[in-house]
């Protein structure tokens, strides 16, 4: 896949980017005490690889239909903008800016207008509709692992080339990296109506494969602090209920199953990977044992609507499908919603289980 190259000028005047550097320092020593982060520690950047949850709008640049730079997308977002951020209003990467005491927002490292100071306190990667498999992100003509591991690898050259090799050095092992991947291998590719494969437990095995892989590849470029996030309830999405859940609309218990079983791979995985690699930190984060009280006890957590996305009719509508056209459908009050479209959650739940989880497992990424 062709990659948009960026020719923005980097700057090389050294004593403007040692103030800023400085300046950084400073702020996110400062972010670090509110967000809660350990004594003595701080997060110079977050760096996120995944799919749509992740993504803040690198789609946008991709031709490709997996978009949502369009209404009703971000009604919520500051300005109402619609900025290819799968949600009403923020997803879990600018949360995680948050979390980890960075920033307010996670920018899209395909973003035309990324300035250096962005990189320096990190981005996203993402790709919306992307996965582990390669197959999975090539039917939809998003950016792979690998192509997102290319990103970061330029990424890494054009911070050099603003700090010296040894800040870049200590930006990069002390920075957090998040891995989000799975749901549409086991939905699309899968699951799907093209599928080559009859054994999820031989998939599976090839997906933590492939998760090794990546995890390897960026410890050698550096990265220390690593979370991999579980594949969600797939199986009790709005999408999923409505093509798998019959008549009635239950969760369509395989997909949940093979959630099950691939994060059960996953977490002996990061367990695995902590003990080989020197010095790493790799945590995995629970999202489907998070996740599922929400839907299954939805008023317990201020929620009135868990079978359904805000979008449209909530039952099939989700990125190109969810547009301008079901604006007047569309649910008034999407705090009531668990879902914003058929596949997504809403900023609400969002931040309900990125606070959950990071309460239990902050401290282990130091």
């Known amino acids: 896949m062709e ?7 980097l700057s090389s005047n050294s004593s403007i980017s040692m103030f800023f550097v400085s300046a950084l320092i400073l702020w996110v020593s400062a972010a670090a005490m509110a967000a809660g982060l350990p004594p003595d520690v701080t997060v110079p950047a977050v760096f996120v690889f995944g799919d749509s ?15 949502c730079n369009f209404p009703p997308y971000g009604r919520d977002f500051a300005g109402g903008k619609a900025t290819g951020r799968f949600s009403n209003g923020k997803v879990p990467s600018d949360m995680l800016a948050e979390i980890f ?15 250096i100071q962005d990189l320096l306190t990190g981005v996203s990667f993402a790709s919306g509709a992307a996965g582990y498999d390669p197959k999975t992100s090539k039917i939809t003509r998003v950016l792979s692992l690998s192509d997102q591991l290319d990103l970061y690898n330029q990424s890494i050259a054009r911070i050099k080339a603003e700090v010296s090799d040894e800040k870049a050095a200590s930006i ?7 891995v989000c991947l799975g749901s549409n291998d086991i939905t699309k590719t899968f699951f799907g109506p093209f599928s080559r494969h009859d054994n999820i437990s031989s998939y599976t095995d090839l997906m933590v494969n492939w998760s090794s892989s990546f995890i390897q590849e960026l410890y050698g470029f550096g990265a220390r602090r690593i979370g991999v996030i579980s594949i969600p309830p797939l199986g009790c999405v709005p999408a999923l209920r409505t093509l798998r859940g019959g008549f009635k609309r239950n969760c369509f218990d395989d997909a949940n199953n093979a959630a099950i079983l691939f994060n059960s791979k996953l977490s002996s995985l990061a367990n695995s990977l902590k003990s080989q690699l020197s010095g790493s930190k790799i945590v995995y984060l629970d999202v489907y044992n998070t996740f599922l009280p929400l839907i299954q006890n939805s008023s317990q957590y201020g929620f009135e609507v868990s079978t359904q996305g805000c979008c449209g009719t909530g039952n099939l509508e989700v990125s190109f499908l969810c547009n301008s056209f079901s604006v007047f459908m569309t649910c008034k009050d999407d705090e009531k919603y668990v879902f914003w479209d058929s596949f997504h959650p809403t900023e609400k739940a969002y931040k309900i289980i990125m606070d959950q989880i990071f309460k239990d497992k902050m401290n282990n990424f130091f």
């Open 101 to 115: 005491g960075v920033k307010e927002l996670l920018p899209a490292y395909l973003d035309p207008n990324l300035q």
């Open 172 to 178: 990069l092992s002390q920075s957090i990296y998040i």
């Open 3 to 9: 990659i948009p190259h960026h020719n923005r000028h």
């Open 53 to 67: 949850i992740v993504d803040p709008g690198n789609n946008n640049q991709l031709k490709t239909i997996s978009k």
